[in-house]
Nanobody
Framework: VQLVESGGGLVQPGGSLRLSCAAS????????MSWYRQAPGKERELVAA????????HHADSVKGRCTISGDDAKNTVYLQMNSLKPEDTAVYYC??????????????WGQGTQVTVSS
């Protein structure tokens, strides 16, 4: 399984970025794709997730209303649209795919991560 992330970069507070993650090499029928982030000195945390079954989504409270996860099944790609970015959003963002659904998932695979820096 390969996950290739793109779209990170440097943006000013209040700005927007769209992260993309293209998945390949998996044969899961039911899966969930997620974005996690890890800031320096902090634990990795879930940002948003989307299930393959019906496209049910979950967003962390810290990004709810500012970030939206979406998926393109035909392209096996998941996106994270991030608006109204804050300095505290600065982190390495990781794409994840796992078997299962939003509640129960296992056999995780990770991308290499993409840096998002929010600074003036």
């Amino acid at each position: 399984v390969q996950l290739v992330e793109s779209g990170g970069g440097l943006v000013q507070p209040g700005g927007s970025l769209r992260l993309s993650c293209a998945a390949s090499g998996f044969t899961f029928s039911w899966y969930v794709m997620s974005w996690y982030r890890q800031a320096p000195g902090k634990e990795r945390e879930l940002v948003a997730a989307i299930s393959s079954a019906g496209g049910t989504t979950h967003h962390a409270d810290s990004v709810k209303g500012r970030c939206t996860i979406s998926g393109d099944d035909a392209k096996n790609t998941v996106y994270l649209q991030m608006n109204s970015l804050k300095p505290e959003d600065t982190a390495v963002y990781y794409c994840n795919i796992a078997r299962g659904n939003l509640v129960i998932h296992y056999q995780d695979y990770w991308g290499q991560g993409t840096q998002v820096t929010v600074s003036s």
